[in-house]
C-alpha cells in the first residue's frame, strides 16, 4: 500500500490479500462521469475534488446533507461531505485540516458521494437485501431448460406417443409379420370381430400407409418446433421402436422379425405402465400431466414480481412482503398472460421475504438469517444506528450512519505481527466530527442504546445458533458497540492456523482471566483441566516472582503476561513453544494452541456473561441441550467424509460450548443434563453414538468428581476428552 494513506480502503482480492491499489480508486464511476459533466469541469478526480470547494460544489453537497438523498459504497464518499458539514457548522479550522489531509489523493481516491432517488431508510428495522436487490434476482431468473424440456414432453411428446401407441393397437402387426411367424399374443392381436370392421385390411393396405405416413409427418413438424426433449431419439426407447415400424409400414415394408419382437414388448409395456389410450386412468394421467405443462414458468412470474417491486424504495427493504406474492389478478392476467389467480411458488416468496425490513430478532424467527455468518453482515446496520445517535444534528446523524455502513464494507486484510487494521473512529473525516454536533444527554442516550443494541445481538447470537463460535465479523461489531457503550469487554476473534505466529494480545489474557473467575470449580474448568487460580493469577498480577509484565514487547528477564499465556497454552497443547521462530509455520500445532486460547477465553462467551450480562430467553439447559443437538448433527457427516478434520473441528466447538452452558445450569440440573447426553448418545445412529462414546464416558466421569490424565485420557476406560485439532490424525475421525 505504498504511496496510499493507512486510512484509504484497500482493495482486497480472494485470500485476504491487498492488491495495492485503493478500493475507491481505478477509472471514474458512471456517477463521477456525470458529476464532471453538470459542473463542466474535466473529467478527472482532482478536478471534482476542487470543484466540491467552489460555492457551487459545497451548495451542492450541503442540499445532499439536507436531503439525505445520497449513498456511500465506501467510507472516502462521504469525506467531502463532512467538509460541507464542518463548514456549515461554522468549524473553518477543521474543515480546512481535513482538506490537507485528503488533498494529496484527490486525484486517486473517489470522495464525492453517490447521488440516490430516495435518502436513507428510517432506522430501527433491518433487511437482509434491498428491494432493489431481489428486484433484480427476479428479474434475472431464466427459463430453466431442465423444466422447459420437461413441460415439452409433457405437453407434445407424451400425446404423440399416444398417437402412435393407438396405431399399433389399430393396425397390429399381421401373422407374416409376428416374430417367429406366428400370430402374436400381444395387446396389437385384434380379430376382425374385435375391431369391428369386418374384413379387415392386411397390415400394409393402403390405408395403414397413409396413416403411417400421417403420422411420420406430424413427427418431422413436432421434431423441428420443439427440439428440448431428446428422450424421442433414445433408438432404445419405446416410442423410438414403435416410430421406426411405423415407417416400414409407411414404406410398404414388412417389419422385420427382430423389430416386431420390439414392438409387441414396447406395446405390452406402455399399455401395462399407463392403460390402454382413452381409458379412465390413462385419461386422468395425461389431463394431469397436460395441467402440470399449463402451469406458467418461474420466470414469468418472477418478471410481474419485480414489476410489482417496482414502486418500492429500491434502496431500502420492505415492511410488507405479503402485497408483492398475492396470486396473478384479473388485470396482470390480460397484461402478462399468466393464468388469474396464479399461486406464487415458494421459491419467490422467499426471495420477496429476503427484504423484509423488521428488528433483527423477528428476522431470526421467521428463518431468514440461517446463520451466524449472516447475522454478522446484518448487525452493522444496527451499529451505525447507534453510533449516530450522539449527534444531535440530523444531517450528521445521517452521514456518521452511512459512513459507518460504507465503512462495513471494508474486506479483512491478512495481517502478521499482531498488526490490525484501521478502525471507523481513526478515519480523519470521522475524526474530524467527533467534538461536534452531540451534547452531555444525547452521548448517554448513545451509550445506553449502544449497551442494549450489544446486549440484544449477543443474546441472540448465542439462542439462536447454539454451538456455532462467534464469527470474526460479528465480535467485531460487539466490540465496537461495547466501545460505544464505554464497557471495557475484552472480545476475542478466532485466529487463522496458517499464519499464526505464536504470541496472543493481551486481551486474550485478559478474557482468560474473566472465563477463570466465572467457571472456577464448573464442570468445564475441570473437563479441561483449568487452574482458575493460576489463570486469575497471570491476568491480574502487574509482575511474577519470574518477572512476567503485563503487557507489551519483553525487554526484562521474563516474558510479558501476554507472552506467558501463549506459553501456557502452547504447554496446554503439548507442543513445543510455538514462539520460537519457523514453529508458527505448522498450522495443526498452531491449531491445537490456538483452540487452547479458545478454551481458556470460552471464546468471548464468559466475557458475554460477566462483562454483557446476557440472559439468553431459552436458559442455560435448553441451550446446552440444543448445542449437543449440533454435536451430533456434525458427527453425523463425519461418516464417509473424506476429508473430516473440519467437522471434527467444528463438533469440538459446540462441544465446548454446551459445556459452558452445562456449567451454567443450577448445580441439580446438571446432572440431569449429562444423564440425557448420554441418553440421546444411545439413541443416534450407531457411527454417531461410536464416535461420541469416548467423549460422553468423559463427561459423565467428570460429573462424577473424576479427570482426565495429561494426555486427555483415563487409563483403563474409553473416556477421552474431545478436542477439535489433532497434530497425528484425530481418533474420532
Not at 372 to 393: G, K, M, N, Y
Not at 463 to 490: C, M, Y
Not at 578 to 588: D, F, I, K, Q
Not at 655 to 682: I, K, N, Y
Request: with cysteine; glycine share 8%.
Amino acid at each position: 500500500m505504498a504511496g496510499l494513506p493507512v486510512w484509504a480502503t484497500p482493495e482486497i482480492v480472494l485470500g485476504g490479500f491487498a492488491t495495492g491499489s485503493a478500493a475507491a480508486g481505478g477509472p471514474l464511476a458512471p456517477f463521477e462521469e456525470e458529476a464532471a459533466r453538470r459542473a463542466g469541469v474535466p473529467a478527472t478526480r482532482a478536478a471534482l475534488f476542487a470543484h466540491a470547494l467552489t460555492e457551487e460544489g459545497l451548495g451542492t453537497l450541503g442540499e445532499l446533507l439536507d436531503s439525505g438523498r445520497y449513498e456511500a459504497a465506501l467510507p472516502e464518499e462521504t469525506a467531502l461531505l463532512t467538509v460541507a458539514w464542518l463548514l456549515r457548522a461554522g468549524d473553518v479550522e477543521t474543515a480546512a485540516a481535513l482538506v490537507t489531509e485528503l488533498q494529496p489523493y484527490a486525484h486517486l481516491i473517489r470522495f464525492l458521494p453517490r447521488p440516490a432517488d430516495r435518502p436513507a431508510a428510517a432506522p430501527g428495522a433491518i433487511h437482509r437485501r434491498t428491494v432493489g436487490e431481489v428486484a433484480a434476482r427476479l428479474n434475472a431468473r431464466r427459463a430453466s431448460p431442465a423444466i422447459e424440456a420437461q413441460r415439452e414432453a409433457l405437453a407434445v411428446w407424451r400425446p404423440f406417443e399416444d398417437e402412435l401407441l393407438a396405431y399399433w393397437l389399430r393396425h397390429p402387426l399381421d401373422v407374416a409379420e409376428a416374430p417367429h411367424g406366428g400370430a402374436p399374443d400381444h395387446p396389437t392381436r385384434a380379430t376382425p370381430a374385435e375391431d369391428g370392421r369386418g374384413d379387415r385390411p392386411a397390415a400394409g393396405a393402403p390405408d395403414h400407409r397413409d396413416e403411417a405416413a400421417d403420422l411420420l409427418a406430424r413427427y418431422g413438424e413436432l421434431a423441428s418446433s420443439h427440439p428440448l426433449c431428446g428422450r424421442h431419439r433414445d433408438p432404445k426407447a419405446n416410442p423410438a421402436i414403435l416410430r421406426r415400424a411405423v415407417e416400414d409400414r409407411a414404406a410398404g415394408r414388412p417389419v422385420s422379425p427382430r423389430l416386431a419382437g420390439l414392438v409387441c414388448h414396447a406395446v405390452a409395456s406402455m399399455v401395462a405402465k399407463r392403460g390402454l389410450p382413452g381409458s379412465p386412468a390413462h385419461t386422468a394421467l395425461r389431463r394431469a400431466q397436460a395441467h402440470q405443462a399449463e402451469a406458467p414458468s418461474h420466470h414469468r412470474i418472477a418478471a410481474l414480481v419485480a414489476d410489482r417491486l417496482a414502486g418500492l424504495d429500491q434502496r431500502a427493504g420492505t415492511a410488507d412482503i405479503e402485497s408483492p406474492v398475492v396470486p396473478v389478478t384479473a388485470v396482470e392476467a390480460a397484461a402478462t398472460g399468466l393464468p388469474a389467480g396464479t399461486a406464487v411458488p415458494a421459491r419467490l416468496r422467499q426471495a420477496v421475504g429476503s427484504s423484509l425490513s423488521a428488528p433483527l430478532d423477528t428476522l431470526v424467527e421467521r428463518g431468514l438469517v440461517p446463520s451466524a455468518e449472516v447475522l454478522a453482515t446484518l448487525v452493522p446496520q444496527t451499529v451505525a444506528e447507534t453510533a449516530a445517535q450522539r449527534f444531535t444534528d440530523p444531517a450528521l446523524r445521517t452521514l456518521a450512519a452511512a459512513t459507518y455502513r460504507a465503512f462495513r464494507n471494508r474486506r479483512s486484510l491478512l495481517l502478521l505481527n499482531l498488526q490490525r487494521q484501521v478502525r471507523v473512529d481513526e478515519l480523519p473525516w470521522v475524526r474530524a466530527v467527533a467534538r461536534h454536533g452531540t451534547d452531555r444527554h444525547a452521548a448517554e442516550r448513545a451509550r445506553e442504546a449502544s449497551a442494549a443494541a450489544l446486549r440484544r445481538i449477543a443474546e441472540l447470537a448465542v439462542s439462536a445458533f447454539p454451538g456455532t463460535p462467534l464469527p470474526n465479523p460479528l465480535v467485531r461489531e460487539l466490540a465496537q458497540l461495547a466501545r460505544q457503550a464505554d464497557l471495557t469487554a475484552p472480545f476475542v476473534e478466532e485466529l487463522a492456523a496458517d499464519i499464526f505466529m505464536g504470541v496472543f494480545t493481551p486481551k486474550f489474557l485478559d478474557a482468560a482471566g474473566t472465563a477463570a473467575e466465572l467457571l472456577d470449580g464448573s464442570p468445564y474448568a475441570r473437563y479441561y483441566g483449568i487452574d482458575c487460580a493460576a489463570v486469575r493469577s497471570l491476568a491480574v498480577g502487574p509482575r511474577s516472582e519470574g518477572g512476567t509484565r503485563r503487557g507489551g514487547p519483553s525487554r526484562g528477564p521474563g516474558p510479558t503476561a501476554a507472552e506467558a499465556f501463549g506459553l501456557t497454552c502452547a504447554e496446554r497443547a503439548r507442543v513445543e513453544t510455538v514462539a520460537r521462530p519457523g514453529n508458527w509455520s505448522r498450522p495443526a500445532a498452531n491449531g491445537t494452541v490456538i483452540e487452547q486460547a479458545q478454551i481458556l477465553t470460552t471464546h468471548n462467551l464468559a466475557v458475554l456473561v460477566r462483562h454483557v450480562g446476557i440472559a439468553p430467553a431459552p436458559g442455560w439447559e435448553a441451550l446446552a441441550r440444543a448445542c449437543f443437538v449440533t454435536v451430533c448433527r456434525l458427527v453425523a457427516r463425519v461418516q464417509g467424509h473424506p476429508r473430516p478434520l473440519g467437522t471434527v473441528k467444528d463438533a469440538a466447538y459446540a462441544w465446548r460450548q454446551m459445556l459452558f452452558h452445562l456449567s451454567l445450569c443450577p448445580p441439580g440440573r446438571q446432572a440431569a443434563v449429562v444423564e440425557w447426553v448420554a441418553t440421546e448418545t444411545a439413541r443416534q445412529p450407531s457411527h454417531v453414538a461410536d464416535r461420541l462414546g469416548p467423549a460422553v464416558a468423559g463427561l459423565r466421569l467428570v460429573a462424577s468428581g473424576g479427570g482426565f490424565g495429561p494426555d486427555g485420557t483415563v487409563p483403563g476406560t474409553s473416556a477421552r476428552r474431545f478436542l477439535g485439532w489433532s497434530v497425528d490424525g484425530h481418533w474420532m475421525s
